[in-house]
């Protein structure tokens, strides 16, 4: 992924969501497989986050820090998922 | 390494190529899938999305290498470790873009839940939902084949 930047934003710090959107096109099989591949889910996690996905239209599947958050991102849409980053203003 | 082979009926599939290479020749200059990223700044937007166009050129570039001589002249292509991921990943892009460009009649539902009436759509839609349901039907294969594979790589 594009390297990471250099210096700290203020403006990024504290904790980022990574949100997965749902689509009707990716097959509930394939977004399954891609969850335990990224983030190494075992099955009935993976498929928890999946059926949120289908059903709640958005899964909450990772929280941390703005650049981890941010590969994550990257690596969800190499998988053509549509994933998004906001920020975790629960805490 | 596994490896499996996979006979495909050529006068079914044959037909279906022009259409998955227009696809590819679309996708060659934009994403599949919508790209946004909150509180990015523009350089390293263009970066991310560069990075993502070359993955996705490559992906593609690699699925359609499947149909060579080898599968003109038997109907056969291969998946293994190698290209388990990549072909995986085209099918993906080439569905999202079939599904902007060509099944944008269909609603999410009935695209979503299966339900899509092949009867009532025109010639150009139905060949091109044939393909939608081809490139679905690699992944499933793949997934039940080569998941381990894809995990543990």
Same mark, same amino acid.
């Given at each position: /992924? ?25 097959? /509930? ?20 986050? /999946? ?9 909450? *599947? ?25 920020? !975790?203003?629960?805490? | ?21 227009? /696809?590819?020749? =679309? ?53 293994? !470790?190698?290209?388990?991921?990549? *072909? ?10 079939? &599904?902007?460009?060509?099944? &944008?009649?269909?609603?999410? =539902? ?16 139905? &060949? ?26």
């Amino acid at each position: /992924m594009p390297a990471p930047r250099t210096e700290t934003e203020p403006a990024l710090a504290g904790l980022w969501r990574v949100v997965v959107l749902n689509d009707p096109v990716n097959l /509930m099989s394939y977004v399954v497989l891609v969850f335990r591949k990224v983030f190494g889910f075992d099955e009935p996690t993976a498929r928890r986050h /999946m059926l949120e996905v289908h059903e709640q239209g958005r899964s909450v *599947v990772w929280t941390g820090l703005r650049e981890k958050a941010e590969a994550y991102v990257f690596t969800l849409q190499q998988w053509h998922l549509t994933a998004v980053l906001e920020p !975790d203003e629960t805490r | 390494m596994k490896r499996v082979e996979v006979k495909l009926s050529l006068p079914v599939v044959a037909p279906l190529l022009d259409l998955i290479k227009r /696809m590819v020749d =679309e996708l060659g200059g934009r994403l599949a899938a919508p790209h946004q990223v909150q509180d990015l700044d523009e350089e390293l937007n263009a970066a991310w999305k560069g990075e993502l166009l070359d993955g996705q050129n490559e992906d593609c570039r690699r699925f359609l290498a499947l149909f060579d001589r080898e599968f003109f002249a038997s109907g056969t292509v291969a998946f293994d !470790d190698n290209n388990a991921e990549s *072909v995986l990943r085209a099918c993906a892009a080439i569905r999202l873009r079939l &599904r902007d460009r060509e099944l &944008r009649g269909i609603t999410d =539902e009935a695209i979503e839940g299966g339900s899509v009436d092949v009867t009532g759509l025109g010639e150009t839609a139905q &060949r091109s939902f044939m393909c939608y349901v081809f490139l679905a039907t690699l992944q499933e294969l793949i997934i039940q084949h080569l998941d381990s594979a894809i995990l543990g790589g």
